[in-house]
C-alpha cells in the first residue's frame, strides 16, 4: 500500500508549478520588473501544458495590469474561465 504521504513526480511538479504562480502573483501586486513580466508570460505556457487554468487566469489578470501587450492570449483565458466553471 502506499502511503498517503508519498507523491508522485507529476504531483510534485504541479506543487512546484503552483507555488511558483503564487510566488509571481506576489511579484506583480507590488512593484514588478520587466524581468518579473517576462517570467510570468513564460510561467503562463507551463501552466497552461500542466492545465492548470485557474493559475493561469489569475497570472493572466496580473501580468495584464502591468503590461497588458505580454498577457497570454485571450484564447488561454477563456479556456481558464471555462475549466473552472465546469
Request: glycine content about 4%; charged content about 30%.
Amino acid at each position: 500500500m502506499i502511503s498517503p504521504a508519498f507523491s508522485a513526480p507529476a504531483d510534485d511538479t504541479r506543487v512546484a508549478l503552483l507555488r511558483e504562480g503564487e510566488e509571481m502573483l506576489d511579484r506583480l501586486r507590488g512593484t514588478a520588473t520587466v524581468d518579473d513580466v517576462a517570467r510570468a508570460a513564460a510561467l503562463a505556457k507551463a501552466l497552461k501544458d500542466k492545465r492548470e487554468f485557474a493559475m493561469l487566469a489569475r497570472l493572466r489578470e496580473a501580468v495584464g495590469r502591468h503590461a497588458p501587450e505580454r498577457a497570454p492570449n485571450e484564447g488561454l483565458w477563456i479556456q481558464a474561465i471555462i475549466t473552472e466553471i465546469q
